[in-house]
C-alpha cells in the first residue's frame, strides 16, 4: 500500500473519531496535525485509535507502544506523520512476514 | 470498539490482548482502561489473555442514571467473564478497581483464581486519612506550590476518591466546573484527564446516582474479607495513603502476599510500571508453583531502605510497623536497585 493511501485511511479514520469534537482547529486534519495538543487526545483516545487502524489496516497486535514511548518514556506530541510512518512500517513488515 | 450490551442502559466497552490464561485489570475511578492498555497490558499479553474493561460510568462504557454500586460493578464483571467464556481468570484491580475485585472475589469466588488488590484503602480495614496526616502530604504540597498550584484542598479534608480525581484535574489548571482550556496537555504517563474526561466526570458525579453509591462500601466486611481463600497479592506504594488497609489485608486474607514498592504512591501502576508488574507476574508465577513452593528470601538492602526499616509510622492513629512481613516472613521491602528474582537466594520447601 502507498503511503498516500496510508495517510488518506488515517486522516479518515481520525476524522471520524473527532468529527463530535468541539476542536477549534479549522485547519482540518493533516500531517502536521497533533493527536494530544491540537486534536486533544487523552489515553482512552489514543487506544480508541489503536484499535481503529487495526481494523482499518486489516492488522492484530500492532506494537503502538512503539508511537507513544520513546526511550522508555511517554512522548508529548504524537504528529499524525508518525502514525503514517508507524503503519507504513508495520504493514511493510507484514507483507515482507507473508 | 468492542461492547457488550448488560441492559437497556448500560454497555461495557472492553478490550482483549494475548492469549493465555485470563487476567482481568480493573481500573479506578476518573480512569479507564488505557490506564492499563498504555502501560502494562501489552507486556502481560504475552502470557495471559488480558481483559480490560471501562466501568459503567467511564471511558467508553455507558453512564446509566443508575447502579454503581459493588454489587452492579461486580455483575458487570461476572457478565462479561461470560460473554468471554472466562470460567475463572487472575482478577487485578487498582485503587476503586481492587475494591470491585475484592467484591467479586466475595461474590463469585469460583470465578478468581488469584486476587491482587493495587493500592486500595477499605473503609471496614481503616479510618480515611486527613490530608494533613498524610506523612508525604508536605514535601508534595511543596511541590505543587513550587509549580504554581495554590487551590490545594484543605489539609483537615480526608482523602478519598473525589480528592484524588480533583488533584487530577488541578494538575490539568482545569478550574472545576468551567470549561477552560487546560494549562498544559494531558501527559500519557500519567493518563490525565483532558478537557472531555473531566466534562465526563463532573457528568457522572452531577447527573447519576454513582456520587453516593461510589461511597458505600457496606458490601465489605471484616467477616467477609476473612472468607476469601484464593491466593492472594496486596500491592502499594510506599507513600501510599493506604497502607493501613494493605496491613490489615495481610492480617485477614489467608493466603496473602504483601509487596510494598519503593517510592511511589497511589498510582504506583501508572507511575512504576515495569516494576509493578515485575511484582504481579512474579505472584502468579508463584501461585502456580503448587505444593512445592518456591521461597524468594530477601536480598541485602541498601542503605536507603535500611533507613527506613525499624521506623513506626503513624497514619491518623493506624501504624505501620517495619519492617513488613507476609505471611510466609518474606520481607516485602522491593529494593529497588535489586531484581526481586535472584537464583543465589531461593531456597526450595
Not at chain 2, 467479586?104 to 486519612?129: H, I, N, W
Not at chain 2, 516485602?332 to 535472584?342: A, G, S, T
Request: with cysteine.
Amino acid at each position: 500500500m502507498q503511503k498516500q493511501q496510508i495517510e488518506a485511511k488515517v486522516i479518515s479514520a481520525l476524522k471520524d473519531m473527532t468529527e463530535d469534537w468541539d476542536l477549534d482547529s479549522a485547519d482540518g486534519i493533516g500531517p502536521t496535525t497533533g493527536l494530544i495538543n491540537e486534536l486533544e487526545f487523552e489515553s482512552i483516545d489514543i487506544v480508541q485509535l489503536a484499535v481503529a487502524l487495526e481494523q482499518t489496516f486489516g492488522q492484530k497486535g500492532l506494537p503502538f507502544e512503539q508511537l507513544f514511548m520513546r526511550d522508555g518514556d511517554y512522548v508529548d506530541e504524537i504528529r499524525v506523520s508518525e502514525v503514517v510512518d508507524f503503519m507504513a512500517k508495520q504493514l511493510n513488515e507484514a507483507v515482507n512476514a507473508a | 470498539m468492542p461492547r457488550l450490551v448488560i441492559d437497556r442502559d448500560t454497555s461495557i466497552h472492553y478490550q482483549c490482548l494475548g492469549q493465555g490464561e485470563d487476567l482481568v485489570l480493573i481500573h479506578g475511578l476518573g480512569a479507564n482502561l488505557a490506564f492499563w492498555y498504555m502501560g502494562i497490558a501489552r507486556r502481560l499479553a504475552r502470557q495471559y489473555r488480558v481483559i480490560m474493561y471501562d466501568l459503567r460510568g467511564h471511558g467508553r462504557s455507558s453512564m446509566p442514571a443508575a447502579g454503581y454500586a459493588l454489587p452492579d460493578m461486580a455483575g458487570d464483571l461476572a457478565v462479561l467473564l461470560t460473554h468471554l467464556e472466562a470460567e475463572r481468570a487472575h482478577i487485578v484491580g487498582h485503587s476503586f478497581g481492587a475494591r470491585v475485585g475484592l467484591y467479586f472475589t466475595m461474590a463469585y469466588p469460583d470465578r478468581v483464581k488469584t486476587l491482587t488488590t493495587a493500592d486500595t484503602q477499605l473503609s471496614c480495614l481503616q479510618e480515611q486519612v486527613r490530608l494533613g496526616d498524610w506523612p508525604h502530604w508536605q514535601t508534595w504540597k511543596r511541590q505543587l506550590e513550587a509549580q504554581g498550584y495554590h487551590r490545594l484542598p484543605p489539609e483537615n479534608e480526608r482523602i478519598n476518591f473525589q480528592m484524588l480525581v480533583h488533584f487530577n484535574q488541578l494538575t490539568q489548571g482545569f478550574a472545576h466546573g468551567a470549561l477552560n482550556k487546560t494549562a498544559r496537555t494531558p501527559s500519557l504517563k500519567h493518563r490525565d484527564m483532558g478537557n472531555r474526561g473531566a466534562r465526563r466526570w463532573d457528568r457522572l458525579m452531577q447527573t447519576t446516582s454513582a456520587q453516593a453509591e461510589l461511597r458505600d462500601e457496606n458490601q465489605i466486611t471484616v467477616d467477609r474479607i476473612r472468607q476469601i481463600d484464593v491466593p492472594t497479592l496486596a500491592l502499594f506504594g510506599e507513600y501510599s495513603h493506604c497502607l493501613a488497609s494493605c496491613e490489615q489485608l495481610n492480617r485477614f486474607i489467608r493466603p496473602c502476599k504483601v509487596k510494598i514498592l519503593p517510592e511511589v504512591g497511589h498510582f504506583l501502576p501508572a507511575i512504576k510500571p515495569r516494576l509493578f508488574m515485575h511484582s504481579l507476574h512474579h505472584f502468579l508465577q508463584q501461585s502456580h508453583a503448587g505444593p512445592r513452593q518456591v521461597r524468594i528470601r530477601p536480598q541485602a538492602q541498601p542503605s536507603g531502605i535500611e533507613r527506613r526499616i525499624g521506623e513506626r509510622r503513624d497514619l491518623a492513629r493506624h501504624s505501620i510497623a517495619y519492617p513488613l512481613t507476609d505471611r510466609d516472613g518474606d520481607l516485602v521491602l522491593f529494593d529497588r536497585r535489586k531484581p526481586l528474582y535472584d537464583p543465589g537466594t531461593i531456597s526450595h520447601q
